[in-house]
């Protein structure tokens, strides 16, 4: 709260606010999928400016936070190896792994590289041909266009030391998933801008009509968020369930087509794994036939892998929206961003590690109760 | 990680076969491919994620959306260096133990 009066359309957002108190008149629960919306709805204060009965629900929109174990230690194994440069953004670098993440590798001497553009792991394969160049492809809908055009370019380039270690997830699937699942609590969405920006929102309106929920695509500023709540909860207060747009500057309906062409040449849709969640299936991408010579899992044979998952982490439960962070009995004790013991606490856009850096220590309604949460 | 941050084309080049752009995000400059938005010319504004601009938007929007970004903290990560994210990576718990069980590391 203390932020959002700073911020440079407080009163809008104060006004934005006071309209959504006066349309809702029941309890609603809103998902945002998006790690990076709720990472600035919890930094913002944004649910804590909304009325009592509106509760934001954090979804598995975190790639970071939902890239399977088993996968990471695979990635830390290829690193390990001798005339490897292992490529990765920078926010995998932390992960851990089963033993160590990525950059204890590159401390006892694996050549881990950090880059910005997937394109920058192709040039250190050009510029380096005696080494194997692998590149960690994490991501959503967003970043699959980058890592799908440094394949493209390496394979019209013929490269044969570049390769792309696979996790790629995608958001309609898991949305369905969360609203078949029998214990189903969500009323509404609010879908990731930035995510759409690249597939546009066709793809929603069937999952809108079949599960009667209304979705809005929304952005990740402060009075981007409060709109696209606000849209929402006017859509079910007149019992709407319709895909809306609420970042027009920014996504069209049909998304970036050249990026789609792209990605439906070089991914295959196939089931993921999701950390914390499970299998759902056709959630992820993996290289097509064409491509599939890129793919670091067929390159690098690595078996043997066992993976523990800590017995005390919930992270499935907060990324399917059932429990907040702070609901799980080891949240900021056991476990801690410094400390994670799962997918949750892990990246700094997971809903865990949000609520521990900006003080979520105690529930809501403890909050409610001091009076201090609500307006 | 999936947040596309705006910025400005202040130069396009032909790299290879591919589109590239010196993009400027207020002050920091980067190559950014500009293949996914053929219509994106020289002084326009572009959303780009990991290097790849996605999107074209209009310089208002753009200036104020990445003066919220700046001012929520959502920049330094994006367009960290590798020097910086590796410096990041090596401090790397994000905030203090609140029950002291980690301090001692």
Redesign the interface.
């Not at chain 1, 967003?142 to 490269?159: E, F, I």
């Not at chain 1, 010579?293 to 998952?309: K, L, M, P, V």
């Not at chain 1, 105690?362 to 409610?368: C, D, F, K, P």
């Not at chain 2, 780009?48 to 919220?68: M, N, P, R």
């Given at each position: 709260m203390k932020y959002l009066t700073e911020?440079?359309n407080g009163e809008i957002a104060q006004r934005m606010a006071r309209e959504i108190h006066a349309v809702a008149t029941r309890p609603w629960k809103i998902m945002e999928v998006?790690?990076?919306q709720t990472?600035?709805i919890i930094?913002?204060g944004i649910d804590q400016m909304l009325p009592t009965g509106i509760e934001m629900i954090h979804g598995p929109?975190?790639?970071?936070c939902v890239t399977p174990l088993e996968l990471i230690d695979k990635a830390l194994a290829i690193a390990a190896q001798p005339g490897v440069i292992f490529c990765s953004?920078?926010?995998m670098?932390?992960v851990p792994g089963t033993e160590g993440d990525l950059?204890q590798v590159?401390g006892a001497g694996g050549e881990v590289?950090?880059?910005?553009?997937?394109?920058?792991a192709v040039e250190l394969a050009v510029k380096n041909p005696d080494k194997q160049v692998v590149f960690f492809g994490?991501?959503?809908e967003?970043?699959a266009?980058?890592n799908a055009?440094s394949v493209h370019?390496a394979k019209?380039?013929g490269l044969k030391n570049f390769s792309l270690l696979v996790s790629h997830v995608l958001v309609p699937p898991a949305i369905e998933a969360i609203l078949s699942a029998p214990d189903r609590r969500i009323d509404g969405f609010l879908l990731?801008g930035?995510?759409c920006?690249?597939m546009g929102y066709w793809e929603y309106p069937p999952l809108a009509e079949k599960y009667k929920v209304p979705m809005v695509v929304t952005g990740?500023?402060?009075l981007d968020l409060l709109d696209g709540i606000r849209r929402c909860v006017i859509q079910l207060e007149d019992g709407r369930h319709e895909v809306e747009n609420a970042y027009e500057?920014?996504?069209?309906f049909e998304g970036?087509q050249?990026?789609q062409k792209l990605l439906a040449e070089v991914f295959e849709v196939t089931d993921r794994a999701w950390r914390g969640i499970g299998v759902i299936p056709k959630s992820g991408w993996r290289l097509s036939e064409a491509y599939r010579e890129f793919d670091a899992e067929e390159r690098f044979q690595i078996s043997g892998i066992h993976t523990a998952e800590s017995p005390l982490c919930r992270s499935g439960d907060v990324l399917r929206g059932s429990i907040k962070p702070s609901e799980c009995a080891a949240f900021?004790?056991?476990c801690?961003?410094?400390?994670p013991l799962g997918a949750t606490m892990v990246?700094?856009?997971g809903a865990c590690?949000a609520y521990?850096?900006y003080g979520r220590?105690i529930s809501a309604e403890e909050l409610a109760a001091t009076g201090a949460a609500k307006q | 990680?999936?947040?596309?941050i705006p910025g400005k084309v202040e130069e396009i080049l032909t790299e290879?076969?591919?589109r590239i752009g010196r993009v400027n995000f207020g002050g920091i400059v980067?190559?950014?491919?500009l293949?996914?938005?053929?219509e994106v010319q020289v002084g326009d504004y572009t959303?780009v994620?990991?290097?790849?601009a996605?999107?074209k938007?209009?310089e208002e929007?753009a200036l104020?959306?990445l003066?919220?970004?700046r001012?929520?903290?959502?920049l330094d990560?994006e367009?960290?260096?590798?020097e910086?994210?590796?410096a990041?990576?090596?401090s790397?718990?994000?905030?203090a133990?609140?029950?002291g069980?980690?301090s001692a590391?």
């Amino acid at each position: 709260m203390k932020y959002l009066t700073e911020f440079r359309n407080g009163e809008i957002a104060q006004r934005m606010a006071r309209e959504i108190h006066a349309v809702a008149t029941r309890p609603w629960k809103i998902m945002e999928v998006c790690g990076g919306q709720t990472h600035s709805i919890i930094k913002n204060g944004i649910d804590q400016m909304l009325p009592t009965g509106i509760e934001m629900i954090h979804g598995p929109g975190c790639p970071v936070c939902v890239t399977p174990l088993e996968l990471i230690d695979k990635a830390l194994a290829i690193a390990a190896q001798p005339g490897v440069i292992f490529c990765s953004f920078g926010d995998m670098l932390r992960v851990p792994g089963t033993e160590g993440d990525l950059f204890q590798v590159k401390g006892a001497g694996g050549e881990v590289r950090v880059v910005y553009s997937p394109l920058d792991a192709v040039e250190l394969a050009v510029k380096n041909p005696d080494k194997q160049v692998v590149f960690f492809g994490v991501g959503f809908e967003t970043t699959a266009p980058a890592n799908a055009m440094s394949v493209h370019v390496a394979k019209r380039r013929g490269l044969k030391n570049f390769s792309l270690l696979v996790s790629h997830v995608l958001v309609p699937p898991a949305i369905e998933a969360i609203l078949s699942a029998p214990d189903r609590r969500i009323d509404g969405f609010l879908l990731a801008g930035h995510v759409c920006s690249v597939m546009g929102y066709w793809e929603y309106p069937p999952l809108a009509e079949k599960y009667k929920v209304p979705m809005v695509v929304t952005g990740f500023e402060p009075l981007d968020l409060l709109d696209g709540i606000r849209r929402c909860v006017i859509q079910l207060e007149d019992g709407r369930h319709e895909v809306e747009n609420a970042y027009e500057r920014i996504v069209k309906f049909e998304g970036n087509q050249g990026a789609q062409k792209l990605l439906a040449e070089v991914f295959e849709v196939t089931d993921r794994a999701w950390r914390g969640i499970g299998v759902i299936p056709k959630s992820g991408w993996r290289l097509s036939e064409a491509y599939r010579e890129f793919d670091a899992e067929e390159r690098f044979q690595i078996s043997g892998i066992h993976t523990a998952e800590s017995p005390l982490c919930r992270s499935g439960d907060v990324l399917r929206g059932s429990i907040k962070p702070s609901e799980c009995a080891a949240f900021g004790k056991q476990c801690t961003p410094r400390h994670p013991l799962g997918a949750t606490m892990v990246s700094s856009e997971g809903a865990c590690a949000a609520y521990y850096n900006y003080g979520r220590f105690i529930s809501a309604e403890e909050l409610a109760a001091t009076g201090a949460a609500k307006q | 990680m999936c947040l596309a941050i705006p910025g400005k084309v202040e130069e396009i080049l032909t790299e290879g076969d591919l589109r590239i752009g010196r993009v400027n995000f207020g002050g920091i400059v980067k190559r950014v491919c500009l293949d996914y938005v053929p219509e994106v010319q020289v002084g326009d504004y572009t959303i780009v994620h990991v290097g790849f601009a996605l999107s074209k938007i209009d310089e208002e929007t753009a200036l104020q959306t990445l003066e919220d970004f700046r001012a929520m903290g959502m920049l330094d990560e994006e367009l960290a260096s590798e020097e910086e994210a590796l410096a990041r990576a090596a401090s790397a718990p994000q905030s203090a133990c609140p029950d002291g069980s980690c301090s001692a590391k």
